[in-house]
Structures are given as C-alpha cells and as structure tokens.
C-alpha cells in the first residue's frame, strides 16, 4: 500500500497532526501494562505509535469489546485479536486504576474541569452535549489526558457550565474519595500541550508546538495559564516514527483530516 504523504510534508518534515500524535503518544510513556482508551484519530494512532516505540506493554482495544494484539490496525485492516473485553471487565479495569483515558472536552477550566454535558445553564441549556458518561468515573478511577483538535477560548473557558470530568479544584474539595486516585496527565491541542505541575495543580504551558508561539496559545485561551520562564517546543516525530505514522499505521492520512494548520 503506498502511504498518502500531505503536499506539505517531506521525508523528514512533520506536519502539525504528526507533531499532535507525538505529543499524544507521550502521555502514555512509562505506563506499563494499562489499557489505553482514547477519543479522537489523533489519540488512538498515539496510543499505537507508543506500543510500537516506547510503551511495548500498552493495551490497545478497538474502541469496543476487543483488545488488539498488535497495532498496526486500520478500518480497512483491522488488527488481530488476542483478547475479548466485555463491558463488565472494562470498567473493572477502570475502576482498580489500569486505564489511561485520553478523553475530548467541550469546555475546559484552568484546573482541569471537563465538560461534555451541555452549554449553558443546565435547568435550560442553550446546547446539549453527550452527557457525563463515564467522565467523573474517569477523573477519580484512574490517570486522564485530554485531547483538544481546536483550540480556542470557546473550549478553554473560565469556569466550566457543567463538571462532567473533575478537575483539581473539585477533586481536593470532595477529599480523599474523589482525590486518592485523581491524576489529570496532561492536554494536548492544536497549538501545544499543557499539564498541571504547578503547587495549585493551574494548568501550565508545557510546550508549543513547531510555529506556534506562546502569545498565541495565551490569547486562544480564556483564562491565564501559568508559563514557565522558558516554554520548549513540542518534539517532532522522529524519522523512524513518521515512517510509522505514514506507512503502517495511518497510510491514508486520516490524522490531517482531524487537525487543520
């Protein structure tokens, strides 16, 4: 199969989605033996290329029963199974911590508040959303990361309409039933990625992505984030990692339909 390469791209140049499914891949490093689950194109091929670079023992499922023993997978050529996950056994996964969620957001706070629920007043919203869903399960089972495809003051607001996924604030005030197992790793936009490593647990500007500046993430953000002195640059895939991206597990180019540059 000859892999579709953007116009934009070369043999050694990555395009914003690669530098995306990195960034996302990253979240999962160092987790061992856990269960990625992911929302999102972009998500789900970061799981994969970290099961084929640094997080060999990552598990991988097709999004609903199946776990995959391999992931080199697309729709066209679905990966093998090795193993059968029905619903119960999923959520004992989640709620004894072996998950690690990459989960999308309507709306986002400074302290990691989620909301997928709906936009605005919730007793007569202006937009109704997916719902909660397992999102404050999630937040207070096992590690979450977020994935933002547009990043703008629309999704990074002030104060969330609706909790759906609980954030640091939500999760110190409820105490130790809701924080014991609290972790929000990290978010990962268009633009840059964020994490919570402050004393506040604020989410901080981690890094930037290639082009991209930091005023520019500052002023597509509705609130103020903490910024290091120093805000490195988000890596690019390495060579062998876009040969990955673009020849085994995302020949047609799927990822550059979910982020636009």
Same mark, same amino acid.
């Given at each position: 199969?000859?892999? $579709?390469? &953007?116009?934009?791209?070369?043999? %050694?140049?990555?395009?914003?989605?690669?530098?995306?499914? /990195?960034?996302?891949?990253?979240?999962?490093?160092?987790?061992?033996?856990?269960?990625?689950?992911?929302?999102?194109? !972009?998500?789900?091929?970061?799981?994969?290329?970290?099961?084929?670079?640094?997080? &060999?023992?990552?598990?991988?499922?097709?999004?609903?029963?199946?776990? =995959? +023993? %391999?992931?080199?997978?697309?729709?066209?050529?679905?990966?093998? !199974?090795?193993?059968?996950?029905?619903?119960?056994?999923?959520?004992?996964?989640?709620? $004894?911590?072996?998950?690690?969620?990459?989960?999308?957001?309507? @709306? =986002?706070?400074?302290?990691?508040?989620?909301?997928?629920?709906?936009?605005?007043?919730?007793?007569?919203?202006?937009? @109704?959303?997916?719902?909660?869903?397992?999102?404050?399960?999630?937040?207070?089972?096992?590690?979450? +990361?977020?994935? /933002?495809?547009?990043?703008?003051?629309?999704?990074?607001?002030?104060?969330?309409?609706?909790?759906?996924?609980?954030?640091?604030?939500?999760?110190?005030?409820?105490?130790?039933?809701?924080?014991?197992?609290?972790?929000?790793?990290? /978010?990962?936009?268009? =633009?840059?990625?964020?994490?919570?490593?402050?004393?506040?647990?604020?989410?901080?500007?981690? +890094?930037?992505?290639?082009?991209?500046?930091?005023? @520019?993430?500052?002023?597509?953000?509705?609130?103020?984030?903490?910024? &290091?002195? @120093?805000? &490195?640059?988000?890596?690019?895939?390495?060579?062998?990692?876009?040969?990955?991206?673009?020849?085994? =597990?995302?020949?047609?180019?799927?990822?550059?339909?979910?982020?636009?540059?």
């Amino acid at each position: 199969m000859t892999a $579709r390469v &953007p116009a934009a791209a070369d043999a %050694t140049r990555a395009t914003r989605a690669e530098v995306c499914v /990195v960034a996302c891949a990253e979240a999962w490093r160092g987790d061992g033996e856990v269960l990625a689950a992911t929302a999102g194109t !972009v998500p789900a091929l970061g799981a994969r290329l970290a099961r084929l670079t640094f997080s &060999p023992r990552l598990l991988l499922t097709d999004g609903e029963a199946m776990l =995959l +023993s %391999t992931p080199e997978s697309t729709p066209e050529d679905p990966a093998p !199974v090795e193993g059968w996950l029905p619903y119960r056994k999923h959520l004992s996964l989640a709620a $004894r911590g072996k998950r690690h969620m990459m989960m999308g957001a309507s @709306q =986002l706070d400074r302290y990691g508040n989620q909301n997928i629920s709906c936009i605005g007043d919730r007793a007569r919203p202006r937009r @109704q959303l997916l719902g909660a869903r397992g999102a404050p399960s999630n937040t207070v089972n096992h590690p979450v +990361s977020y994935w /933002v495809p547009r990043h703008s003051r629309r999704v990074f607001v002030p104060r969330v309409d609706t909790v759906s996924g609980v954030g640091y604030d939500r999760a110190a005030e409820a105490g130790p039933a809701a924080a014991r197992f609290h972790e929000l790793r990290r /978010v990962v936009t268009d =633009l840059a990625v964020f994490d919570f490593a402050t004393p506040d647990h604020r989410m901080r500007l981690a +890094s930037v992505h290639p082009g991209v500046s930091v005023a @520019q993430v500052c002023e597509q953000t509705g609130f103020e984030p903490a910024v &290091p002195g @120093q805000v &490195p640059v988000t890596r690019e895939p390495t060579r062998e990692e876009l040969r990955l991206l673009r020849e085994v =597990l995302d020949p047609h180019g799927s990822r550059d339909r979910e982020v636009r540059t």
